[in-house]
């Protein structure tokens, strides 16, 4: 049974074996420090601060819920005074009991941002929680923090004076001063939480399984693939669909870590499938459509999961009380709120129906709760996603078929790699355009290898005309297209090519008619012409009208400005360490789930080794690159016209107060760029390759469930 289950070569087993341990080790100890934590929040972060109020002025906060064993609560501020003024409590359990309590003046300067940490007698572990409003004074002016709404909420609304406030303040629970707690004595706690606004059959049961066994099997059968694949003799066949499944399987685990609706933009990509479900038609382009952004349906599960007041900064925590589960359900059945009036503007409103559609399927057979839907919908985008691991395999062993291996390894590197995984996990248009591109730059190499056949110019002028349509930003990789037909055109040039070349051009031709036509079915009141293949026109217009400042921009993306240059970001540091380093490998919910510094620090030293020990495995194996130029060219040009293409979209003449962009942008080129890295192998020499591929694909286990544990961690303690 063990010759079974660790078969292939011993190389990498024991290279595997080597570079676990230390991880291993690392991953316990994150899971048994002991951490400070919260015993709760009312679910509202300080996206700013939203109400200034004058010296002796009364700000309540009613309709909270104090977990039990807390013993703090704690508001966040800024005095404009100092020191800070001297701040009374009144906390008014719903019994009628009040407790006060008071903090003396502290030295801190104007203007600066403190938190004030009331002290309360120990809340009783039952019941689970008392309901209670907070009342504080503070003797100068202070402004408060949290998070401004465009109306007064329908729910007990804070108040300031006794006037109704625009906004929620923000209020958090803590125990005992002093008190931690490990994740691992937190674990079922942590579990329950997570299970909690999910499709019934999710429970605590369902994460110890994906983490003790789901995840810990997806690794060894990773392992194993790596293993089979280097020893030789495996199917190529076999293989792929062995990394198909380790990818779908992975990304569906994401899907069931990450808090429901708390993906990019995942709010109105779900809206987008639901308007074309419910509506039969794509949300409106139009910002002044009458229709609602959300159909009731969605709005009733965000408002009662508080996404309006906490998915940006990260500073607070989801609901996680059954108390509030509930409520939600007895709303859905009170309200019976509607699925089909929504379809109003929002930002996923400029995208083609491609991907929206392909998960119309899993929203008809899930149940009619949004919860449900979601869920099944980023399933079926897990599958999608998976797409791009398998064609990452097959562009590998098509550049180098004599060792499937390496094929295996830049397949397994996608399938892992934590930022591509979360992005898989989730219903976000970046899925579709990701296994579209990775498709597409496959077709392009087939074809200058092989020559222009007639399925290949079928399949690739099809995607030529498919991938803009699912999103814009695959226009970057036209001109790729355009370097890869003529490099075909100029190697495969008979006359049998021709055949190729003409079901190129007439595939394009009719994806591109079909496309209107759908179009106009989709958005009736829009040109059909363009309301589905509209191009970066803008982008391209600016970048060309400004090329020097074009330059300019991605220098300062990437490396220090220098003294002549015009100013782009005002944000300090190198901007290209956000976008490709933490929003490129580990940021997750919508902005702000990060590792500590270092792990990024040491992420960027290895990004950085790459391209030297490309450089050394090109001059080890100049025969073969001599050979395979063309076809190398165009692997490195595809993620660079990707990233020289989103970066065009962002450019701008001035000075961006804030970074736009993000890693996960560069997706489309996620497949040649793992390709690129298990090249740089060759590094090695061929005795020691084998050795750094195994360790490396190790430490890309252990960081996707890292983040994975990094991700329950931080919604839910």
């Known amino acids: 049974m063990l010759a079974a289950v660790f078969a292939g070569d011993r190389r990498v087993w024991r290279a595997a074996a080597i570079a676990a341990v230390p991880l291993l080790c690392l991953t316990a100890f994150y899971c048994l420090r002991p951490q400070d934590y919260y015993t709760g929040t009312n679910n509202v972060e300080v996206y700013t601060y939203v109400n200034q109020t004058p010296a002796g002025q009364r700000v309540c906060v009613p309709g909270l819920e104090i977990p039990a064993n807390t013993a703090r609560i704690r508001l966040q501020l800024i005095s404009l005074t100092s020191p800070r003024p001297a701040m009374k409590m009144a906390l008014a359990y719903a019994d009628g009991h009040v407790v006060r309590s008071f903090l003396p003046p502290v030295g801190v ?291 180098a078929p004599g060792r499937q291996w390496l094929a295996v390894l830049a397949a397994l590197l996608v399938a892992f790699e934590p930022m591509y995984g979360f992005i898989s996990g989730s219903v976000n248009n970046d899925v579709g355009v990701n296994a579209a591109a990775a498709a597409f730059e496959l077709l392009l190499i087939l074809m200058v290898r092989r020559g222009l056949t007639l399925r290949l110019g079928l399949l690739a002028g099809g995607l030529l005309i498919v991938l803009p349509i699912i999103k814009g930003t695959a226009y970057s990789l036209y001109p790729v297209a355009a370097v890869a037909l003529l490099a075909t055109l100029w190697r495969h040039h008979r006359r049998p090519d021709l055949v190729g070349l003409g079901a190129f051009a007439a595939s394009a031709l009719l994806v591109r008619e079909i496309s209107v036509n759908l179009a106009g079915i989709f958005r009736p009141s829009a040109a059909a012409a363009t309301a589905q293949t509209s191009s970066p026109s803008g982008a391209v ?87 395979n130029a063309l076809e190398l060219g165009l692997v490195v040009l595809m993620p660079v016209a990707v990233i020289a293409g989103f970066e065009a979209a962002f450019y701008t003449t001035g000075t961006r ?39 490396l694909l190790v430490a890309m286990l252990a960081l996707s469930y890292a983040s994975q544990l990094l991700t329950l961690t931080t919604f839910y303690t």
């Open 109 to 399: 300067p104007p203007n600066h941002i403190s938190f004030a940490d009331f002290r309360i007698p120990l809340v009783p572990a039952h019941p689970a929680g008392r309901k209670g409003t907070v009342c504080i004074t503070a003797a100068d002016v202070v402004n408060w923090g949290g998070t401004p709404l465009p109306k007064v909420p329908a729910s007990a609304p804070p108040t300031a004076g006794g006037r109704p406030l625009l906004g929620r303040v923000a209020v958090w629970y803590l125990p005992r001063i002093g008190a931690q707690h490990s994740y691992l004595a937190q674990a079922g706690t942590i579990l329950r939480r997570a299970s909690l606004f999910r499709p019934g059959f999710v429970g605590p049961w369902l994460y110890v399984v994906i983490l003790l066994v789901v995840l810990p099997l997806l690794a060894l059968a990773s392992v194993r693939c790596l293993a089979t694949a280097a020893a030789g003799g495996a199917r190529s066949r076999h293989l792929a669909m062995s990394l198909f499944v380790i990818a779908a399987i992975n990304f569906a685990c994401w899907a069931l870590i990450t808090p429901p609706f708390q993906a990019p933009d995942e709010v109105d990509h779900f809206a987008y499938t639901q308007s074309l479900v419910e509506r039969g038609e794509a949300p409106s382009r139009n910002p002044a459509s009458p229709l609602g952004r959300w159909a009731s349906s969605e709005a009733l599960a965000l408002d009662d999961m508080s996404f309006l007041t906490d998915h940006q900064v990260g500073d607070t925590r989801l609901p996680w009380t059954v108390t509030q589960r509930d409520r939600y359900r007895v709303q859905v059945a009170e309200l019976r709120p509607s699925a089909s009036d929504g379809g109003g503007n929002e930002t996923a409103a400029t995208h083609g129906a491609i991907y929206y559609a392909a998960l119309a399927p899993a929203y008809v057979l899930a149940s009619n709760s949004p919860l449900d839907q979601l869920t099944l919908m980023r399933m079926t985008s897990a599958l999608i996603g998976a797409l791009t691991v398998l064609f990452a395999f097959l562009l590998a062993r098509e550049l």
């Open 541 to 627: 217009h600016e970048v060309f009208a400004h090329p020097l400042g074009y330059a300019a921009y991605l220098w300062e993306v990437f490396l220090p400005r220098l003294s002549f240059m015009a100013p782009h970001f005002e944000t300090p540091g190198i901007p290209g360490f956000t976008i490709f380093v933490e929003r490129g490998w580990a940021a997750f919910g919508w902005y702000d789930v990060l590792f500590p510094h270092w792990v990024y620090s040491t992420i960027l030293v290895v990004m950085l080794l790459v391209p030297l020990l490309a450089v050394i495995a090109a001059r080890r194996e100049w025969s073969f690159v001599r050979r």
């Open 657 to 695: 107060p804030l970074i736009a962009e993000f890693g996960r942008y560069a997706f489309p080129g996620i497949a040649p760029l793992a390709v690129l890295v298990v090249g740089a192998l060759h590094a090695f020499g061929r005795r020691w390759m084998v050795f750094a591929g195994a360790a």
